[in-house]
């Protein structure tokens, strides 16, 4: 029996463009997980080393439903002092003197139809790290949990919380 040699090239042509495809999707999928950030800032620093809480920076989380990144002059409150010749923080520093906010890169990001507010779930007790992992060991943040429906939806079997549609789709 012959080996059909234009049949044996098709095949490993087809594996090798299977896996470009799929290294391809790797590094979207990582990107996507944990984007690079315009200041490299870690959570590890901060909340780690330096013990602060995460409502430092994070207050308007419990407060309302759409939240803001901190703004550069609580940041400033301590780099005005600390680190000033770093590269990072010079940077830090330009946006503060031309009062633009640091355009940071959201990790988790719903779709405008998916309606999610802090304020109960905090409320209830539940923990960060319930959703978003060990921050505080991060130097950079990235997204643990998938945070589709079946996330949501099972826990609020669970604590007997509301599972009507219109709840989180408004
Ligand atoms: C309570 C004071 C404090 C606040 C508030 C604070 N930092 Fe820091 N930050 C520090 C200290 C102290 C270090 C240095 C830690 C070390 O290297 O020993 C640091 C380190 C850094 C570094 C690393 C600098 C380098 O090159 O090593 C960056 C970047 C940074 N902070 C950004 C920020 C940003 C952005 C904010 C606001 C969201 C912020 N910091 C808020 C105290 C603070
Ligand atoms: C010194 C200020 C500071 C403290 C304290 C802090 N954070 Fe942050 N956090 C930031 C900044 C700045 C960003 C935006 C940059 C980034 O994503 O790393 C951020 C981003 C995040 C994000 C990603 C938001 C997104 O884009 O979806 C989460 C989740 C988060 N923080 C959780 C926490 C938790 C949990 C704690 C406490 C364990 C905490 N943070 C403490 C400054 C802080
Ligand atoms: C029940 C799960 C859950 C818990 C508990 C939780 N988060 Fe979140 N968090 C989310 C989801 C989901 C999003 C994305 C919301 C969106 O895209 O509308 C988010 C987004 C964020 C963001 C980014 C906000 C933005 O609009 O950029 C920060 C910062 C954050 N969380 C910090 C915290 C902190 C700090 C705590 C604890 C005090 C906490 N989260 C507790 C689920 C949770
Ligand atoms: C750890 C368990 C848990 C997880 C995970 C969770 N929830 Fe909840 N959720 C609760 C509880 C408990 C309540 C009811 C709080 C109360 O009765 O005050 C609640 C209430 C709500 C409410 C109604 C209250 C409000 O804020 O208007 C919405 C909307 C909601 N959750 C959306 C979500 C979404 C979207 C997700 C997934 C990203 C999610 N939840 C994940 C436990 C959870
Ligand atoms: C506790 C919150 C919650 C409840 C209750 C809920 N959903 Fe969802 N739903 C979500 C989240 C979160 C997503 C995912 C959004 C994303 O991936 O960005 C989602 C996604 C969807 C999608 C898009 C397909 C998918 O799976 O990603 C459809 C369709 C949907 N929901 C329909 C419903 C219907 C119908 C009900 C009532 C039976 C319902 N949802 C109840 C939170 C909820």
Redesign the pocket.
Known sequence: MKIELYKLIAFFYIIFFIIIFNVYAGIIESRELSPSQPINYSHRIHVHELGLECSFCHENVEKSATTLPPPVSLCMSCHEAVKTESPEIKKLTKYYESGEPVPWIKVH???D??Y?SHKRHIKAGIDCSFCHGEVKAMDVVRKVR????????K??EIYK?????????K
């Open positions: 990001k719903f779709k139809w998916v999610f998938s945070m589709r429906m079946g996330f949501c939806v826990c609020h919380a509301p599972k009507e549609c219109n709840i989180c789709h």
